[in-house]
């Protein structure tokens, strides 16, 4: 709520809000977005979706090349199956294809912005998929659903805390509560980064759950790392997932299924991860290391796991193969030895890394008069910003699992939830 005006802090936060002073707020907001998506957008034509009645119809928001999408298709591929035949049917792109139309989940509409990131995620998702290249400020109606996703941006803030939904600027997590309160599907999992724990010293993560919450939803967020998950790399990550509050599913977290506890399995090694391709590691992205790249350790043994995959071939952490890096002082490492035991991780190791299957395909624009390091840096972003496909596959298991059992809840109340007003009590 928005308070007398004092330079950078006019969106300090009004303490104590109630729930009800929350949704009105909220309402008030998305029917202020929603009217300028009525203007700007310019697709009129009601488009016809291809849904399933006895599946889980999903929409994909920020969909990227679709690595939180296809791991939630998987979990729901383990909920019908069963994860040993699951994993069997991974390892061959035309076995998992005849097979996945046997997920409870089944994707329905996509958005992005990322041109390249689209056509990857054409070449991997069936043609049925309706995809729109474009803002998601301008998309007018969303389709009804039963699961939203999506890793929205993390919102700007200032330090004085701003009550998000009533800052004049554009929040992009709010077109995901605008899709919450059109189409009010069953379920919802987002996802963002670690850092949106500590904004405005806690406060930005408070108010976001406190918006997602108005919206109808039991709202439920953890910071889990990837590595624990089966994923070879330390990877932190906040995932925020909402259960309709008319359904009685008391969703959880899922436990680590790796670490170094007694009954879990080890983590899984870069040897183990990409070992098999030193010898055919494909293309990666070359070039000189800045003194920021070489202000800290960038490579790791082959026995531990890959740091964070970032969204940048320049960033790219280095190949575990060669001599360790060295550290001189502070903020100063160097590479020693010979220049050919150190390169970038190529981005077949990477996808391997974000635990992609060798099968998925990335676009890098098919432009050949582009430069090949700029074109492959296209590819770098993607699967950068992408979620694992095997810790997607993880969080959205409890909902598959429940799900399986209780369709015909879902079904029963999908009929009454999609012809509720946008704007509802």
Same mark, same amino acid.
């Given at each position: 709520?928005?308070?007398?005006?004092?330079?950078?802090?006019?969106?300090?936060?009004?303490?104590?809000?109630? /729930?009800? /002073?929350?949704?009105?707020?909220?309402?008030?907001?998305?029917?202020?977005?929603?009217?300028?998506?009525?203007?700007?957008?310019?697709?009129?034509?009601?488009?016809?979706? =291809?849904?399933?009645?006895?599946?889980?119809?999903?929409?994909?928001?920020?969909?990227?090349?679709?690595?939180? #999408?296809?791991?939630?298709?998987? &979990?729901?591929?383990?909920?019908?199956?069963?994860?040993?035949?699951?994993?069997?049917?991974?390892?061959?792109?035309?076995?998992?294809? +005849?097979?996945?139309?046997?997920?409870?989940?089944?994707?329905?509409?996509?958005?992005?912005?990322?041109?390249?990131?689209?056509?990857?995620?054409?070449?991997?998702? @069936?043609?049925?998929?309706?995809?729109?290249?474009?803002?998601?400020?301008?998309?007018?109606?969303?389709?009804?659903? =039963?699961?939203?996703?999506?890793?929205? @941006?993390?919102?700007?803030?200032?330090?004085?805390?701003?009550?998000?939904? =009533?800052?004049?600027?554009?929040?992009?997590?709010?077109?995901?509560?605008?899709?919450?309160?059109?189409?009010?599907?069953?379920?919802?999992?987002?996802? !963002?980064?670690?850092?949106?724990?500590?904004?405005?010293?806690?406060?930005?993560?408070?108010?976001?759950?406190?918006?997602?919450?108005?919206?109808?939803?039991?709202?439920?967020?953890?910071?889990? !790392?990837?590595?624990? +998950?089966?994923?070879? %790399?330390?990877?932190?990550?906040?995932?925020?997932?909402?259960?309709?509050?008319?359904?009685?599913?008391?969703?959880?977290?899922?436990?680590?299924?790796?670490?170094?506890?007694?009954?879990?399995?080890?983590?899984?090694?870069?040897?183990?991860?990409?070992? =098999?391709?030193?010898?055919?590691?494909?293309?990666?992205?070359?070039?000189?290391?800045?003194?920021?790249?070489?202000?800290? *350790?960038?490579?790791?043994? $082959?026995?531990?796991?890959?740091?964070?995959? /970032? &969204?940048?071939?320049?960033? &790219?952490?280095?190949?575990?193969?060669?001599?360790?890096?060295?550290?001189?002082?502070? #903020? %100063?490492?160097?590479? @020693?030895?010979?220049?050919?035991?150190?390169?970038?991780?190529?981005?077949?190791?990477?996808?391997?890394?974000?635990?992609? @299957?060798? $099968?998925?395909?990335?676009?890098?624009?098919?432009?050949?008069?582009? *430069?090949?390091?700029?074109?492959?840096?296209?590819?770098?972003?993607?699967?950068?910003? &992408?979620?694992?496909?095997?810790?997607?596959?993880?969080?959205?298991?409890?909902?598959?699992? $429940?799900?399986?059992? !209780?369709?015909?809840?879902?079904?029963? *109340?999908?009929?009454?939830?999609?012809?509720?007003?946008?704007?509802?009590?």
């Amino acid at each position: 709520m928005k308070i007398a005006e004092r330079g950078r802090a006019k969106f300090r936060p009004l303490k104590d809000y109630d /729930q009800q /002073q929350v949704k009105n707020l909220l309402i008030d907001k998305i029917q202020e977005e929603q009217a300028k998506a009525q203007l700007l957008s310019d697709n009129d034509i009601v488009e016809s979706f =291809d849904r399933h009645t006895q599946k889980l119809n999903l929409v994909s928001l920020f969909s990227g090349c679709g690595g939180l #999408d296809l791991g939630v298709e998987i &979990a729901g591929l383990d909920a019908a199956l069963g994860k040993e035949k699951t994993n069997e049917l991974l390892k061959v792109r035309d076995h998992f294809l +005849y097979y996945r139309s046997s997920s409870i989940f089944h994707t329905i509409y996509s958005v992005d912005m990322f041109k390249e990131a689209n056509q990857s995620y054409q070449l991997n998702f @069936p043609d049925t998929v309706i995809q729109h290249e474009k803002d998601i400020r301008q998309i007018k109606d969303f389709p009804n659903c =039963d699961i939203v996703l999506g890793g929205f @941006p993390c919102p700007g803030f200032s330090e004085a805390g701003p009550r998000l939904i =009533d800052d004049e600027r554009n929040f992009l997590y709010i077109h995901f509560i605008r899709c919450l309160m059109q189409t009010k599907p069953s379920f919802f999992i987002a996802e !963002n980064v670690k850092g949106m724990l500590t904004l405005g010293k806690g406060e930005v993560i408070k108010q976001i759950i406190q918006d997602f919450e108005s919206a109808g939803y039991v709202v439920k967020y953890k910071l889990v !790392n990837a590595r624990d +998950y089966g994923v070879p %790399q330390m990877r932190e990550r906040v995932f925020i997932v909402g259960v309709r509050e008319d359904l009685d599913f008391d969703y959880q977290f899922p436990e680590p299924t790796h670490g170094l506890e007694e009954g879990l399995l080890p983590y899984v090694t870069l040897k183990e991860a990409i070992g =098999d391709l030193e010898e055919n590691p494909g293309e990666w992205f070359e070039g000189s290391y800045s003194p920021m790249y070489l202000s800290r *350790n960038r490579k790791k043994a $082959w026995d531990e796991q890959s740091f964070t995959i /970032q &969204a940048s071939g320049r960033q &790219a952490p280095l190949h575990p193969g060669g001599e360790a890096m060295k550290k001189l002082g502070k #903020d %100063q490492w160097i590479l @020693p030895g010979e220049k050919s035991q150190h390169r970038r991780l190529s981005v077949k190791e990477i996808a391997r890394i974000q635990t992609f @299957p060798d $099968w998925f395909l990335f676009s890098d624009g098919n432009n050949v008069s582009v *430069n090949p390091n700029n074109r492959l840096d296209k590819i770098y972003k993607q699967i950068g910003n &992408a979620v694992p496909v095997e810790l997607a596959r993880a969080i959205a298991a409890p909902i598959a699992q $429940w799900s399986t059992k !209780n369709l015909n809840v879902i079904i029963d *109340n999908r009929s009454i939830t999609h012809q509720l007003n946008l704007f509802d009590e």
